[in-house]
């Protein structure tokens, strides 16, 4: 099992914005997130078993309770597309089971669950 601590997560609602004449962009605050998270990925991965998963995965993410006004699952998207942009994972249609919850954490905490090669 693989433990990540991420920032709190950007709702889905505010992950993409429509730019005239180019489509669907990531949103400046997106964007933001995603370089911290980022961070957050090359400071805990020297402690990981393998450098990336390949293959069926379960993941449990767990964001901080507070008052912000997210839905639970939208939460979900903007970590999952990290860990693969990443290469922690090698893709999101790998992950065979996915639990969202609340709980006392500080930002968000994912566990990635696999059989290690």
Do not use: H
């Not at 991420?6 to 370089?35: E, H, I, M, T």
């Not at 069926?56 to 699952?73: A, F, S």
Request: include cysteine.
């Amino acid at each position: 099992m693989i433990t990540v601590q991420f920032p709190f997560p950007c709702s889905l609602n505010n992950l993409f914005v429509n730019v005239a004449g180019k489509g669907r962009r990531p949103s400046k605050r997106y964007a933001s997130w995603q370089r911290v998270a980022q961070t957050e990925i090359m400071g805990q991965r020297v402690q990981w078993p393998v450098k990336r998963i390949s293959g069926p995965v379960e993941i449990t993410i767990t964001l901080q309770r507070d008052r912000r006004r997210m839905d639970l699952d939208n939460g979900a998207k903007a970590v999952i597309d990290t860990l693969v942009k990443m290469d922690v994972i090698d893709d999101d249609r790998n992950v065979d089971k996915l639990i969202m919850q609340w709980g006392d954490v500080t930002g968000a905490e994912v566990e990635i669950k696999c059989n290690f090669p």
